[in-house]
């Protein structure tokens, strides 16, 4: 007799809960079941939030990560060598037309991000070598004497002529003043010279980058090429800037934004540590505007850059990799968009060789 009994509870408590459930007594916990076609979205949609594109390829942002650093530590010691042959040389135009559209002035502190490496000029001088540590980032500076007025600078990259056209416009300001005053004996004048110390008028620049071999190879050219002071080399992440809060007078990232996992994060950073008035200057690759000179840009990108990266470096998968995300890159005005909202104003672009490259600029105030 017990067990009729006890299957009658049974089917009765169970009829209950099929109400409970039918009457969304609970609703987080049904709507978010696997089983209901709602929940299946959510989970869905979740899943395909952790999605990002690395080149044509569809990874997870924990795994673009990786990808990314892999290929800029393979590519290192031959990145400058294959910037020449990607661009046919065209990318100091580039880099020089975005130094002339910043016009620094002694005593700017500029940011250049994702500047590791692709540097050349200058005369060879001694390098002293600083370690820091902020919190839990490991901050290395190099410091090195600037080159003489003299040197070639035609490749350096924004870091190195950054500091050659300040140095450039404190020197030009210095001639002006002794111009002034007439009444200066020449040793008055030659002292004057000779109490100097500092030829770049108190600015700065700051080369941040998350790769470790990009830094180590940028630091030694630093070395060779007689760079010393107003130079420091900073490991560290665009999406996470170890810097503080309105430290800078300029940031500046040159073909490096396409290959962070989340741009906005990146935009947001560098919102967040510039100076009030401070201006953001972003050099990247974007969609070319002109038919003809399109279908040769893509010729030229998928069926010969990957074949000289495995001539010259011996890596066809890196060189493929750049090609993809140069694709994979938001629009002018898309990338435009995106400044705006984080919180940058007075955002233009300006395109360079039919729209192969574009300038960014945004200020923050």
């Known amino acids: 007799m017990a067990a009729p009994r006890s299957c009658a509870l049974w089917d009765y408590y169970g009829r209950r809960w099929s109400r409970v459930m039918r009457g969304c007594w609970l609703p987080r916990l049904r709507s978010s079941w696997p089983g209901n076609p709602l929940g299946a979205r959510l989970l869905s949609q979740q899943n395909q939030a952790t999605k ?30 294959m910037n020449d042959m990607m661009s046919l040389g065209i990318h100091r135009i580039w880099k020089d037309l975005l130094l002339w559209k910043m016009h620094p002035f002694p005593g700017t502190q500029l940011l ?40 070639n600078c035609n490749q350096g990259d924004i870091a190195f002529r950054f500091l050659n056209y300040v140095q450039g416009q404190h020197q030009i300001k210095q001639k002006r003043q002794l111009r002034a005053q007439q009444n200066l004996s020449w040793e008055e004048i030659a002292q004057k010279y000779q109490n100097e110390e500092d030829s770049l008028g108190g600015s700065q620049v700051m080369v941040c980058d998350i790769n ?28 996470e800037l170890p810097f503080d809060d309105d430290k800078f007078d300029v940031y500046t990232i040159a073909f490096g934004i396409r290959n962070v996992t ?57 060189y493929q990799y750049l090609v993809e995300s140069i694709r ?38």
């Not at 200058?122 to 410091?143: F, L, P, Q, Y």
């Not at 002018?332 to 060789?353: R, S």
């Open 52 to 81: 990002t594109h690395f080149g044509f390829e569809t990874v997870s942002e924990e795994e673009k990560g990786g990808k990314v650093y892999q290929v800029f530590e393979s590519v290192a010691k031959n990145y400058d060598v």
């Open 112 to 151: 250049d991000v994702a500047g590791g490496t692709d540097i050349a000029g200058g005369r060879e001088r001694k390098r002293e070598r600083n370690i820091d540590v902020k919190g839990t980032h490991r901050v290395a500076a190099t410091r090195t004497t600037q080159p003489g007025p003299g040197t």
């Open 212 to 239: 470790k071999e990009m830094l180590k190879i940028g630091r030694q050219k630093a070395c060779a090429r007689g760079y010393k002071t107003g130079l420091a080399w900073i490991l560290g992440d665009a999406e």
């Open 262 to 318: 989340h741009i906005d994060q990146a935009l947001q950073e560098a919102h967040r540590v510039l100076k009030p008035g401070g201006r953001f200057l972003c050099l990247e690759f974007s969609q070319v505007n002109n038919p003809l000179v399109s279908r040769l840009y893509d010729l030229y990108s998928f069926q010969v850059i990957p074949v000289l990266g495995e001539v010259i470096a011996g890596d066809w998968k890196s």
């Open 328 to 365: 994979q890159f938001p629009s002018q005005e898309e990338f435009k968009e995106m400044i705006e909202d984080a919180g940058f104003q007075k955002v233009t672009y300006e395109n360079l060789t039919s729209g192969i490259v574009a300038i960014h600029s945004g200020f923050k105030l």
